[in-house]
C-alpha cells in the first residue's frame, strides 16, 4: 500500500506563496496520475489540480492561473506551486491519484494552509 505524506502548509497572508510537497512510498507513483485536494471546515473535499504521468495538468476554476502543479518522477515528489493565494484558498490540503481514473489510495494526514491577515 502505497503511503502518502503532505508537507509545506502553514500560515500567509493574502497575496502570498507556498510550496506543498507530497511524499508517495513505493515505486509506482510514476505510473499514475496524480492530484492534490483541499477540503475546508464544513465544505467536502475537493479537486484542485491534477497531472498525468506524463505531465498534463488541469487546474479547478478556482485556483487556475494562481496554482501550480508539478512532479519528480525520480523522487516520487508531487508539487503544488501556490501564488496570490486567498482567504478562500484556506484548507486542508491532501494528494492522492487522480480519483476521477483511480480508486484512491489511503489518504495521509493533509497539510494545512491558512491564508489571513
Known amino acids: 500500500q502505497v503511503q502518502l505524506v503532505e508537507s509545506g502548509g502553514g500560515l500567509v497572508q493574502p497575496g502570498g506563496s507556498l510550496r506543498l510537497s507530497c511524499a508517495a512510498s513505493?515505486?509506482?507513483?510514476?505510473?499514475?496520475?496524480m492530484g492534490w485536494y483541499r477540503q475546508a471546515p464544513g465544505k467536502q473535499r475537493e479537486l484542485v489540480a491534477t497531472?498525468?504521468?506524463?505531465?498534463?495538468?488541469n487546474f479547478a476554476d478556482s485556483v487556475q492561473g494562481r496554482f501550480t502543479i508539478s512532479r519528480d518522477n525520480a523522487k516520487n515528489t508531487l508539487y503544488l506551486q501556490m501564488e496570490r493565494l486567498k482567504p478562500e484558498d484556506t484548507a486542508v490540503y491532501y494528494c492522492?491519484?487522480?480519483?476521477?481514473?483511480?480508486?484512491?489510495?489511503?489518504w495521509g494526514q493533509g497539510t494545512q494552509v491558512t491564508v489571513s491577515s
Open positions: 497531472i498525468s504521468n506524463g505531465g498534463r495538468t
Open positions: 513505493g515505486s509506482i507513483f510514476s505510473l499514475y496520475s
Open positions: 492522492n491519484v487522480d480519483t476521477s481514473i483511480w480508486a484512491p489510495w489511503s
